[in-house]
């Protein structure tokens, strides 16, 4: 497993994380999501991801009851917070009183004194982004909190962001996660150019695009009983035809390579020097083994240019 430096920071994590979303404490059994753990610790990973909307903290605690098992010093763990807790008028957004709440929740799920990354989940127009920030930078002055990070900010929200924690020396953000895989690269215009210039690194998620790059999916009309495109309908919706065509290319040109398709798309993915780490979820170990091989797969100009013709 090879390690990359978070963005501006000097943490380093591992080029493939494992998350958490759709996954732990949700429709995968128990028995494989500690097991998918535990293969991932032993392959390297060092990079762990959950969230405390998932599943309403059932991930959480899934996640921190698993990781009792290795040194607190040996992983990175990343939450976030933002979403939907409750039902009443503060149990969501990015106000100082929901994040203060939520982080305190999130650590008693987790069974852990601090977090190494807490993200805010999404942009909250409702709240003073001064707020947001103050109440973030308490955390990490209370040793709460070790780095501070956004989940699918705009370039210039994450400007704004900067400029507000320069003016006020509170800590800066260091680390954004949004989508990105082969079929939706929106980052590339904005969000990377401005990761690079101001020392905010990407852990992207969707690497595999719900599992289309992972090349299982035959047929849009037909999709496999046991799958998460034939679980939940909007993953269903994304499987195309024409994106399947362009999945079967890329796995004849992974077939050539001697690497699976999942593995090209994510090591497409890691070309991108301003991405720290690209998140994978897993509902069996075997997955989570299969994917950690992508780490260090280097693809040439070539390659990459025959990417591209495929994916026009």
Same mark, same amino acid.
């Not at 493939?16 to 392959?43: F, P, Q």
């Not at 400029?163 to 969000?191: H, S, T, W």
């Not at 720290?276 to 390659?303: C, D, F, H, T, Y």
């Given at each position: 497993?090879?390690? &990359?430096?978070?963005?501006?920071?000097?943490?380093?994590?591992?080029?493939?994380?494992?998350?958490?979303?759709?996954?732990?404490?949700?429709?995968?059994?128990?028995?494989?999501?500690?097991?998918?753990?535990?293969? @991932?610790?032993?392959?390297?990973?060092? *990079? /762990?991801?959950?969230?405390?909307?998932? !599943?309403?903290?059932? @991930?959480?605690? +899934?996640?921190?009851?698993?990781?009792?098992? *290795?040194?607190?010093?040996?992983?990175?763990?990343?939450?976030?917070? *933002?979403?939907?807790?409750?039902?009443?008028?503060?149990?969501?957004?990015?106000?100082?009183?929901?994040?203060? !709440?939520?982080?305190?929740?999130?650590?008693? &799920?987790?069974?852990?004194? =601090?977090?190494?990354?807490? =993200?805010?989940?999404?942009?909250? $127009?409702?709240?003073?982004?001064?707020?947001?920030?103050?109440?973030? #930078?308490? +955390?990490?002055?209370?040793?709460?909190? +070790?780095?501070?990070?956004?989940?699918?900010?705009?370039? %210039?929200?994450?400007?704004? @962001?900067?400029?507000?924690?320069? &003016?006020?020396?509170?800590?800066?953000?260091?680390?954004?996660? $949004?989508?990105?895989?082969? *079929?939706?690269?929106?980052? !590339?215009?904005?969000?990377? $150019? /401005?990761?690079?210039?101001?020392?905010?690194?990407?852990?992207? /998620?969707?690497?595999?695009?719900?599992?289309?790059?992972?090349?299982?999916?035959?047929?849009?009309?037909?999709?496999?009983? #046991?799958?998460?495109?034939?679980?939940?309908?909007?993953?269903?919706?994304?499987?195309?035809?024409?994106?399947?065509?362009?999945?079967?290319?890329?796995?004849?040109?992974?077939?050539?390579?001697?690497?699976?398709?999942?593995?090209? @798309?994510?090591?497409?993915?890691?070309?991108? $020097?301003?991405? %720290?780490? %690209?998140?994978?979820?897993?509902?069996?170990?075997?997955?989570?083994?299969?994917?950690?091989?992508?780490?260090?797969?280097?693809?040439?100009?070539?390659?990459?240019?025959?990417?591209?013709?495929?994916?026009?």
């Amino acid at each position: 497993m090879i390690y &990359r430096k978070l963005g501006g920071s000097g943490l380093k994590v591992s080029e493939i994380s494992l998350g958490s979303w759709l996954t732990y404490g949700g429709y995968v059994e128990r028995e494989n999501a500690v097991k998918s753990i535990h293969t @991932a610790y032993d392959l390297g990973i060092n *990079f /762990f991801d959950t969230a405390n909307v998932y !599943e309403r903290g059932a @991930a959480e605690k +899934l996640l921190g009851e698993t990781i009792k098992a *290795f040194p607190r010093d040996s992983y990175v763990l990343a939450t976030k917070v *933002f979403g939907q807790m409750g039902d009443g008028p503060n149990d969501r957004g990015l106000s100082r009183k929901h994040i203060i !709440e939520q982080c305190n929740a999130s650590l008693q &799920r987790l069974g852990l004194d =601090y977090i190494d990354i807490y =993200y805010c989940h999404r942009h909250d $127009p409702e709240t003073p982004l001064h707020e947001t920030l103050r109440a973030i #930078d308490d +955390l990490v002055r209370q040793g709460k909190v +070790l780095y501070v990070g956004v989940s699918e900010w705009t370039a %210039a929200q994450m400007s704004e @962001a900067l400029g507000i924690a320069d &003016r006020y020396l509170l800590d800066r953000i260091v680390v954004n996660q $949004p989508v990105y895989n082969m *079929f939706d690269r929106y980052i !590339e215009k904005e969000v990377i $150019p /401005f990761g690079e210039r101001n020392g905010i690194g990407q852990v992207v /998620f969707s690497p595999l695009a719900q599992g289309l790059l992972t090349g299982k999916y035959k047929s849009a009309a037909n999709l496999p009983p #046991d799958s998460r495109a034939a679980k939940l309908e909007w993953v269903g919706k994304g499987i195309t035809e024409e994106k399947l065509a362009k999945v079967n290319a890329m796995s004849d040109l992974a077939a050539e390579l001697d690497i699976t398709v999942g593995q090209l @798309a994510l090591a497409w993915i890691l070309r991108q $020097p301003n991405v %720290a780490s %690209a998140l994978v979820g897993a509902s069996r170990p075997e997955q989570v083994a299969e994917n950690a091989k992508a780490s260090g797969i280097v693809l040439s100009e070539e390659v990459r240019s025959q990417i591209e013709l495929i994916l026009e």
